[in-house]
């Protein structure tokens, strides 16, 4: 297995460009979260998807879309860069047995991303 | 607002030595509180998961310990090795049904191991 993979790794933009960050799981898991990690703080949930056509907010979701197509997929939309979103950006996964979840979550590598 | 403190922010300690990490938090209600491990540009990986009810939790070398009472855990790393450098994060899910996903996170205390 894979794990969790996300692309690109790293990647500049300027102010107002759009992009899509990647991320895939091979573990059929149901349940996909995408978070930011800035200096200082700790992660913080911008979106996530309890299964495929089923998302929701996170603390921090103003300036990203997400969608779910397949269970397999979760990619994280910037409409319109700005520099504050100058982050670390994780994705992870995890089963969505039970509620509340005891599930442990799996991260992929984190894509860098520098607006300018 | 639920929160989850840690201490200290930094650590460094001889090859071999024993070192406990603090987390406390104020999510209430609470599920289960976690434990990550994040090497320098690498993602989070999990160490121990414990629901209010256990007191312990060891994964190897870590030991994680849970009051639920003083709303306090702590991770003890025994015998330190040079990968244990990293950064160790607290995590605290809340008792919230479907809710119970949106995990807080501390800011984690940064462990350096030397020789």
């Known amino acids: 297995n894979a794990g969790v993979t996300q692309t690109p790794k790293f990647q500049v933009l300027k102010t107002g460009q759009s992009m899509t960050l990647q991320c895939a799981q091979d573990?059929?898991?149901?349940?996909m979260s995408w978070y930011r990690q800035d200096p200082g703080m700790g992660l913080r949930l911008i979106h996530y998807?309890?299964?495929?056509?089923?998302?929701d907010q996170g603390e921090v979701p103003n300036g990203y879309n997400v969608s779910r197509s397949t269970t397999e997929d979760f990619p994280l939309r910037l409409l319109s860069a700005a520099p504050s979103q100058t982050s670390v950006y994780f994705c992870a996964s995890s089963y969505a047995r039970g509620q509340p979840s005891q599930e442990t979550q799996y991260f992929g590598p984190g894509t860098r991303l520098l607006v300018l | 607002k639920n929160q989850v403190e840690q201490s200290p922010q930094s650590l460094i300690i001889l090859e071999g030595k024993n070192c406990t990490l603090q987390?406390?938090?104020?999510?209430?209600?609470?599920?289960?509180l976690r434990w990550y491990k994040q090497d320098t540009g690498r993602g989070p990986v999990s160490l121990t998961i414990m629901t209010f009810s256990e007191n312990t939790k060891s994964n190897g070398r870590y030991t994680a310990t849970l009051d639920a009472d003083t709303k306090q855990s702590s991770l003890h790393i025994t015998a330190s090795q040079l990968s244990d450098s990293a950064s160790y994060i607290c995590?605290?899910?809340?008792?919230?049904?479907?809710?119970?996903?949106?995990?807080?996170f501390g800011k984690g205390t940064k462990l350096s191991v030397i020789p």
């Open positions: 573990m059929n898991h149901e349940y």
């Open positions: 998807s309890v299964g495929a056509g089923i998302t």
């Open positions: 995590v605290v899910s809340p008792y919230s049904g479907a809710g119970s996903y949106q995990l807080t």
């Open positions: 987390c406390n938090y104020t999510v209430s209600p609470f599920s289960n």
